[in-house]
C-alpha cells in the first residue's frame, strides 16, 4: 500500500469515527493491531444477567469422528443446528470454548429490533436496488423467531414491544425524519406501523424528559431473553440421537485431513467431514483469511431495577453520536446497554477488544444515569457485563460455504455463519439456517418453524455471501465511513 493510500485510510477512519482525536496515527495503528491479531475468548468473563438461571451440561467424552463440528453455541450455532437436523440425518457435534451460549447471545440486550427507516437508508446508499431484499431479510427475523418459540413452547420472555427511537440531537432528528420519509415513500407496506412525534409531541405520554428530546419515532419491535431461547431449544436438540453439545472445548487447530479435516481442541482431536464456524468476532481465530476484517466490539449491558413503568416497551436513545438501548422486562426491570461512544478513546478503543472479562468504568457509569437522564425516573443497577460483538467493515455478516483461499486449508468442507455487529437478533438465525440448507442440499424447501420456504438463493441476499473477492475488497477505513 502506497503511503498516500495509507494516509487516506488513516484519515478517512478517523475521520468516519469521529473521534476528534489528534494522536490519530498512532490510534489508527493500535487499532489496525488490536483488529488484526486473533485471540480466542478468555476463559472467565463477566457474569450476563440471563445466565443467573444456568443451563448445564456435564461434560461427556469426545467422540474419534463424526459427520458435522458446529465451532460455537450461540444463536447462529443453534440455528445451523436445528436446521440440519431437521433436514439431513448427520451426526453434528457442538463444540463450545467456554459455557453453552456464554458468547453474545448469552449476554445480549435481548432486542430484537429491526430499526427499518435507518437499515433501509444505509442499505440503499450502499447497495441501491438491493435494500429492500436486506430490509426484508432483517424483518422477517421477528415473527419467525416469535413463531418458532410458540410453536417449540419455549418460555423466553418473548414478547412484543411497542419500540421508540428518542433522539437527543436537532441534526440526528432532522436526518430520522428525512429517513422515514423516504422509507415511507420507497416501501410503503413495511412502513405502515411507524408513527412520527415532532418535538416534544410525545414527551408527555411516554414520560420522556422533554429537556433533552428534540423527537420520538414509535414502531412494532420484539424482545427476549436470548439466553433462554437458545439454551431451551439445545434442550429439545439433545433429545435427538444425532447431536450433541461439548462446553469448555476450545478449538485450537484445523487440519485438513483426507476428505474431511482433523479438528484439535483442548480436550483431544475429532475427526470430522464438515466443519462450521459460528464464532462471530473470534472466527478471525481460525479462518487466517478473514484476519483484521472481522473483530470484536465490546460492548456493555446493565439490568436497572426500580423504574416505576407500566406495560413492555423498549427504546432506543439516538444522540448526536452512537446510541443506547432500554428494554422493559415482564417484571419491570430495565435492559439498558450501548454507552459504546463514551469511553475513555470516544469508542474507538472498544474495537478490537477480544475479551468479556472486564467493564469500561466510564460506559458503566454512564448508563447508570442514562435512565434517570432521559427519563423522569430513578433506577439502580442491579448487574452490569460486557460482551464481543462481532464486526465486519461493511456491516454485513459473512455466511456461507469457505473458499481454501480463506481457511489456507485443502477442501471444500468449511462453512461460516458469523459477524453479526450488534444486530444479531435480526440478522443471525437466518443466516444460520441458510448455511444449514446449504450443507444440508440446495433444494427447495417447504416452510416449516422457524425455516422458510422455497431455494436459500431466493431470500438470502447474495450481499451476505462470504467470498474471497468481498473480503479483499474489506477495509477498516470501510467500518469508519459507515459509522
Ligand atoms: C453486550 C451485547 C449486547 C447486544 N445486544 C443486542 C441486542 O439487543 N439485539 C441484537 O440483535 N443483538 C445484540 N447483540 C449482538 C448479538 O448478541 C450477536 O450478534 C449474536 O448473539 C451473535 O451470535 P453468534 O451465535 O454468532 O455468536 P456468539 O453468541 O458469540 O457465539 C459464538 C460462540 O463461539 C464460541 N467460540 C469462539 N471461539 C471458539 C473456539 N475456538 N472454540 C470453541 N468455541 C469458540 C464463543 O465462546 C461463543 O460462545 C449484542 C451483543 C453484545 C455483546
Redesign the pocket.
Given at each position: 500500500m502506497g503511503l498516500l493510500t495509507k494516509l487516506n485510510h488513516i484519515y478517512s477512519t478517523l475521520q468516519a469515527l469521529k473521534a476528534e482525536l489528534t494522536e490519530s496515527k498512532t490510534t489508527f495503528n493500535n487499532l489496525q493491531s488490536r483488529i488484526s491479531t486473533p485471540t480466542?475468548?478468555v476463559s472467565n468473563p463477566t457474569h450476563s444477567h440471563w445466565q443467573n438461571d444456568p443451563f448445564q451440561i456435564p461434560p461427556q467424552p469426545l467422540p474419534p469422528s463424526t459427520d458435522i463440528i458446529i465451532?460455537?453455541?450461540?444463536?447462529?450455532?443453534a440455528s445451523i443446528a436445528y436446521t440440519l437436523l431437521r433436514k439431513s440425518q448427520c451426526n453434528i457435534l457442538m463444540?463450545?470454548?467456554?459455557d453453552v451460549?456464554?458468547?453474545?447471545?448469552?449476554?445480549?440486550?435481548?432486542?430484537?429490533?429491526c430499526s427499518a427507516y435507518m437499515e433501509y437508508c444505509s442499505f440503499k446508499d450502499r447497495f441501491g436496488e438491493s435494500a429492500r431484499h436486506l430490509l426484508r431479510f432483517q424483518k422477517r427475523h421477528m415473527g419467525l423467531l416469535l413463531g418458532l418459540m410458540g410453536e417449540l413452547e419455549i418460555e423466553a420472555e418473548a414478547r412484543e414491544v411497542e419500540t421508540l427511537d428518542i433522539f437527543t440531537d436537532e441534526k440526528a432528528w432532522e436526518d430520522a425524519k428525512r429517513m422515514v420519509h423516504v422509507f415511507r415513500t420507497d416501501m410503503p407496506e413495511e412502513a405502515g406501523d411507524i408513527v412520527v412525534f415532532d418535538g416534544v409531541d410525545g414527551c408527555q405520554e411516554y414520560r420522556v424528559n422533554p429537556e433533552h428530546c428534540y423527537g420520538i419515532i414509535k414502531y412494532k419491535a420484539a424482545a427476549l431473553s436470548?439466553y433462554k431461547f437458545i439454551t431451551s431449544l439445545y434442550g429439545i436438540l439433545q433429545q435427538n440421537d444425532n447431536f450433541a453439545i461439548s462446553p469448555g472445548?476450545?478449538?485450537t487447530q484445523i487440519n485438513a485431513n483426507g476428505d474431511g479435516y482433523m479438528v484439535s481442541t483442548s480436550r483431544g482431536q475429532i475427526k470430522a467431514v464438515q466443519v462450521v464456524h459460528?464464532?462471530?468476532?473470534?472466527a478471525a481465530?481460525?479462518i487466517p483469511g478473514l484476519e483484521g476484517k472481522i473483530f470484536p466490539v465490546r460492548?456493555?449491558?446493565t439490568v436497572q431495577s426500580g423504574c416505576g413503568f407500566d406495560g413492555s416497551r423498549s427504546w432506543c436513545i439516538h444522540h448526536k453520536r452512537g446510541f443506547d438501548?432500554i428494554s422493559q422486562r415482564p417484571g419491570g426491570e430495565l435492559v439498558v446497554?450501548g454507552g459504546v461512544i463514551q469511553s475513555p478513546g470516544r469508542g474507538v478503543d472498544e474495537f478490537g477488544v477480544w475479551r468479556d472479562d472486564g467493564l469500561c468504568y466510564s460506559i458503566r457509569a454512564y448508563l447508570g444515569g442514562l435512565v434517570e437522564t432521559i427519563f423522569e425516573t430513578q433506577t439502580k443497577v442491579e448487574q452490569a457485563w460486557?460482551?464481543?460483538?462481532?464486526f465486519t467493515p461493511d456491516l454485513l455478516p459473512f455466511v456461507g460455504r469457505l473458499e481454501e483461499s480463506l481457511t489456507g486449508r485443502k477442501g471444500g468442507g468449511e462453512w461460516i455463519?458469523?459477524g453479526?455487529?450488534?444486530?444479531?437478533?435480526?440478522?443471525?438465525w437466518l443466516s444460520g439456517v441458510a448455511v444449514g440448507l446449504m450443507i444440508a442440499g440446495d433444494e427447495e424447501y417447504q416452510d416449516e418453524a422457524g425455516i422458510p420456504g422455497g431455494r436459500v438463493k431466493e431470500w438470502l441476499p447474495r450481499e451476505l455471501i462470504c467470498s474471497k473477492e468481498r473480503v479483499d475488497r474489506l477495509s477498516v477505513s470501510d467500518l469508519g465511513v459507515l459509522l
Open positions: 480466542p475468548p465451532i460455537g453455541s450461540g444463536i447462529s450455532g463444540l463450545e470454548a467456554r451460549c456464554s458468547g453474545a447471545t448469552g449476554r445480549n440486550g435481548g432486542h430484537i429490533k436470548p472445548t476450545m478449538v459460528a464464532t462471530d468476532g473470534f481465530t481460525l460492548g456493555h449491558v438501548y446497554g460486557s460482551g464481543c460483538m462481532g455463519s458469523a453479526f455487529q450488534g444486530e444479531g437478533m435480526v440478522l443471525a
